[in-house]
T-cell receptor, first 116, second 111 residues
Framework: GQQLNQSPQSMFIQEGEDVSMNCTSS?????WLWYKQDPGEGPVLLIA?????ELTSNGRLTAQFGITRKDSFLNISASIPSDVGIYFC????????????????FGQGTILTVHP | DADVTQTPRNRITKTGKRIMLECSQT?????MYWYRQDPGLGLQLIYY???????NKGEISDGYSVSRQAQAKFSLSLESAIPNQTALYFC??????????FGPGTRLTVT
């Protein structure tokens, strides 16, 4: 089935640093989503992207839909301790039909630790 | 935010017991999804539904069943719980677009 390669798997940074993570796919996607999950909680949608090249911000977070439609990245600027958590990318393949339609493919997550 | 409620939030049950996890949402989403998350792992799709009369299996449906009693309610049942079904379970309603809004989760432990 579809797979998303999300990297890095984990990051340890100092408060105030910028963070960058990305997802790549072997298939073309028509949607990229970025979620954050706090321990023991459900993932929260941060940013949704629907057009190739689209660059969208949500506060200190910025995400881009890659031009090739096979990748996306998420940047966090000036990190703070509450940024700690697991960040997931997710996407919907462009040519999904039949049993793939309407189902998201998720990356394995990036664990972010921020040291004060 | 889909105003998603999951009950129970935590549950400990014994091997062989039947258990039902419930999910309800207040925003009128047509689509609803059930996921399982194991410690340190990503999200695996169990079942999903596009409307009340539509039920579809996900990647790991064996040992699970679902019921879409109404547009707002989507229940997940474990017919005979086993220890390797110990996990976090999330319900996620969605609009026709692909944005899924996850509930707070149910932590299930099978002893």
């Amino acid at each position: 089935g579809q797979q998303l390669n999300q990297s890095p798997q984990s990051m340890f940074i100092q408060e105030g640093e910028d963070v960058s993570m990305n997802c790549t796919s072997s298939s073309i996607f028509n949607t990229w989503l970025w979620y954050k999950q706090d321990p023991g909680e459900g993932p929260v949608l941060l940013i949704a992207l629907y057009k190739a090249g689209e660059l969208t911000s949500n506060g200190r977070l910025t995400a881009q839909f890659g031009i090739t439609r096979k990748d996306s990245f998420l940047n966090i600027s000036a990190s703070i301790p509450s940024d700690v958590g697991i960040y997931f990318c997710a996407g919907h393949p462009t040519n999904a039909g039949g049993t793939s339609y309407g189902k998201l493919t998720f990356g394995q997550g990036t664990i972010l630790t921020v040291h004060p | 935010d889909a105003d998603v409620t999951q009950t129970p939030r935590n549950r400990i049950t014994k091997t062989g017991k039947r258990i039902m996890l419930e999910c309800s949402q207040t925003k009128g989403h047509d689509r609803m999804y059930w996921y399982r998350q194991d410690p340190g792992l990503g999200l695996q799709l169990i079942y999903y539904s596009f409307d009340v009369k539509d039920i579809n299996k996900g990647e790991i449906s064996d040992g699970y069943s679902v019921s879409r009693q109404a547009q707002a309610k989507f229940s997940l049942s474990l017919e005979s719980a086993i220890p390797n079904q110990t996990a976090l379970y999330f319900c996620a309603p969605a609009w026709d677009k692909y944005e899924q809004y996850f509930g707070p989760g149910t932590r299930l432990t099978v002893t």
